[in-house]
């Protein structure tokens, strides 16, 4: 199914990472409905914590999370900016590809697109990345490449450092004034009775998070959306990538998975 109309006129950044990686018909079928897309930019930004962890634990490491963000020791990160920069980018490129899709594998700091700072986090090499120059991007989107950015960045030092995807999206998204889908494993946020919930704002999810309602992973996206969602003041939809084919409802301006509202 074509879709000839424009998201706003704004670029759509598409998070996606998990399970979706790790089952190429599921990716297969994201890629085709982006491919369908007529006249709208796409970016990808990507994690991949399902194929670090793998390489981890082949190379002897263990996986240690706080709040659901990965701890990053320096002795890791060699295999992590291989496994994401390296092995699950280049994949995700390989797939567009087969499908004629022009796209072009990078990293966050590619073109100085996005700057990095030490997070504060105890996280060790954690980056907290800020948006810094999109004229690679907006070359790449006017020539109709399709961006698929890792979240690999790096310091001043030039050290690289790992960034939670959802953070690297947020930055992706503000360095394009774009519209942002987080796509996870399940059709959005769940209330206390294992119900989604079509709208969540700030006060709600902190309520939730203290109940221990969202955890984990889920509390890492949730925060991540919110912070996207006050410093572009509009929504962030947080939906599921086992259905694909929502992509062209949002388009359409129709409400998908739960929308994160910015604070009022």
Request: with cysteine.
């Amino acid at each position: 199914m074509a879709l000839s109309k424009k998201l706003n006129n704004k670029p759509l950044v598409i998070k996606i990472g998990g399970a979706i990686l790790e089952k190429a018909s599921a990716l297969q079928s994201l890629l085709t409905v982006i491919a369908s897309l007529q006249n709208q930019a796409v970016v990808l930004v990507h994690g991949g914590g399902c194929v670090v962890d793998e390489m981890l634990s082949q190379a002897g490491f263990t996986t240690e999370k706080k709040h659901g963000l990965r701890v990053t020791p320096q002795e890791q990160m060699q295999i992590i900016s291989g496994a994401l920069a390296g092995s699950v980018n280049k994949s995700i490129v390989a797939a567009a590809s087969s499908l004629n899709m022009h796209a072009v594998g990078l990293s966050l700091s590619d073109g100085n697109m996005v700057s990095c700072t030490l997070s504060e986090k105890d996280l060790g090499m954690v980056g907290e990345p800020s948006a810094q120059c999109s004229k690679l991007l907006d070359s790449l989107i006017n020539a109709n490449f399709l961006p698929i950015i890792s979240s690999i960045g790096s310091l001043k030092s030039g050290e690289l450092v790992n960034v939670n995807a959802d953070d690297a999206a947020v930055a992706i998204c503000k360095l394009l004034n774009a519209e942002l889908l987080l796509l996870t494993d399940v059709n959005g946020v769940k209330d206390g009775s294992g119900q989604y919930i079509p709208s969540l704002n700030n006060e709600q999810a902190s309520s939730l998070i203290d109940q221990g309602v969202i955890a984990g992973g889920m509390t890492a996206k949730v925060n991540a959306a919110l912070n996207a969602a006050n410093q572009l003041r509009r929504s962030i939809a947080v939906a599921s990538w086992q259905s694909p084919e929502q992509i062209i409802h949002l388009l359409n301006g129709e409400n998908i998975g739960t929308r994160i509202q910015p604070s009022s």
